[in-house]
């Protein structure tokens, strides 16, 4: 079907498919107190005593936790050389971060943080139910034999464009739990293929992420024996996201950094369904409240949020009902339609959403490659437009005037979320590193 934008100022760019920022009119304080809203701010702080109860299992499954005692984090980067490669150097961009999710152990993503929680706290809820953990028991005990071969007579499906099918099928199979993958035929064969070494089942699909993700839905509602991790609709998902911006807090508090109205907080999250940007959002706000600005970032042909956001529609409206095609090579980014959970979450509480074209993607790979040897796939790389908009574009620059900001972004924030690319093996790396040179 055919969807008409509102009038926007935005509107003309999202659907001639050029970069662009839109500001959310609905965006307004307290949002988090909704007390209609699905996800509450105790739901955060339950997710974080998971996480925590697990960390021995984890540290058991995954040798390379041992440093962390089980606990899946990542680094917090301060732009030296790029922020001057990218053209931040000026005071008023204020102090600038790379969230390093790119290089979370695990699975290489900012889905170890959704796709590891789900998997684990299902096997955890199983285990009891069916009598094999009982309280007080040493949890570390899931990862032995008598477990794995319980693990073994069910399937852990999911669809996915990539990382989220990685983060759930080495999950899986580290606990023995058989493991299905349904990919969108943009998935890269990259990622289909080291699923299939470690013994995951991938089933690929013609279509796009959608059509994998109800395929994928469609074959565990025929089987009890499938639990199916629903990336348009998990709260679990949603809520091991939500965690990492705790560690966020402590990492800003252990350099002597200050968020409040003085010292505003501003994310930028690369988005795809939206379950990972979502979460980090809603945990962000229950951690900073209304001194952090949180905005979506996406490939101007796959603007699902945008579209959906600005829409104001109860329905899910696809990119495609705009015209646009959801071709990119930001592979994790190329989804038609937002979930309707996140939608439904950030109606008040998402600042805004900005659109990039796939040759910036590229370009701030290599630069993050050059200059302090940050390694990224392109998906990951997005978030590094969100200073230039909200400093220097007019409706950044409006949006920080509503806010009460606007004389304060030299002592702000920004931290953009740099969310896979650790993983990608070596030789896909130089082709992404050839290609943008090429379009240098």
């Not at 606990?175 to 089942?201: I, P, Y």
């Not at 807090?249 to 002597?256: F, I, P, S, T, V």
């Amino acid at each position: 079907m055919a969807f008409h934008l509102p009038n926007d100022p935005a509107s003309g760019d999202v659907t001639s498919a050029r970069p662009t920022l839109w500001v959310n009119p609905l965006y307004r304080k307290g949002a988090i107190d909704d007390p209609s809203l699905p996800i509450r701010p105790e739901d955060v702080e339950a997710a974080r005593a998971n996480w925590q109860r697990l960390a021995p299992l984890l540290e058991t499954c995954f040798p390379e936790l041992a440093a962390t005692g089980g606990v899946i984090r990542s680094d917090l980067i301060e732009l030296g050389d790029l922020r001057q490669a990218i053209g931040y150097s000026d005071a008023e961009f204020g102090t600038l971060f790379v969230k390093a999710d790119s290089a979370l152990p695990v699975a290489g993503s900012i889905k170890a943080r959704g796709g590891v929680y789900e998997v684990f706290v299902f096997a955890e809820q199983l285990a009891r139910r069916e009598g094999l953990l009982k309280d007080g028991q040493d949890i570390r005990q899931l990862a032995g034999p008598e477990a794995k071969a319980f693990f073994s007579r069910y399937t852990i499906a999911v669809g996915s464009t990539g990382n989220l099918g990685l983060s759930v099928g080495i999950a899986a199979r580290a606990l023995g739990f058989k493991a299905t993958v349904h990919m969108s035929s943009d998935a890269k064969a990259w990622k289909v293929e080291r699923l299939r070494n470690l013994g995951v089942e991938v089933v690929r699909h013609d279509a796009d992420y959608t059509s994998a993700v109800e395929n994928a839905r469609i074959a565990a509602e025929a089987d009890p024996t499938i639990y199916f991790v629903d990336d348009e609709q998990s709260r679990q998902l949603f809520l091991g996201y939500s965690v990492a911006a705790m560690e966020l807090a402590k990492q800003l508090e252990d350099r002597g950094l200050v968020v409040d109205a003085e010292h505003p907080l501003f994310l930028y999250l690369p988005c795809g369904i939206g379950g990972a940007p979502g979460g980090v959002t809603y945990g962000a706000k229950a951690v900073f409240g209304d001194n952090v600005h949180c905005f979506f970032v996406e490939p101007v042909q796959s603007p699902c949020a945008l579209v959906q956001m600005m829409s104001g529609s109860k329905e899910l409206v696809s990119v495609y009902d705009v015209g646009l095609t959801n071709k990119t090579e930001a592979d994790g980014m190329a989804v038609a339609r937002m979930s309707v959970l996140v939608a439904t979450v950030m109606r008040n509480m998402l600042a805004g959403v900005f659109t990039v074209d796939d040759p910036s993607l590229f370009r701030w790979l290599l630069l993050a490659h050059e200059t302090q040897g940050i390694r990224l796939e392109p998906s990951a790389t997005a978030g590094f437009a969100g200073p230039e908009f909200i400093v220097k574009h007019p409706r950044g620059r409006a949006f920080c005037d509503r806010q009460g900001i606007v004389d304060r972004l030299p002592q702000a924030t920004h931290v953009v979320w740099t969310t896979g690319g650790s993983f990608v093996p070596q030789q896909q790396f130089e082709n992404f590193l050839q290609t943008a040179a090429a379009n240098r």
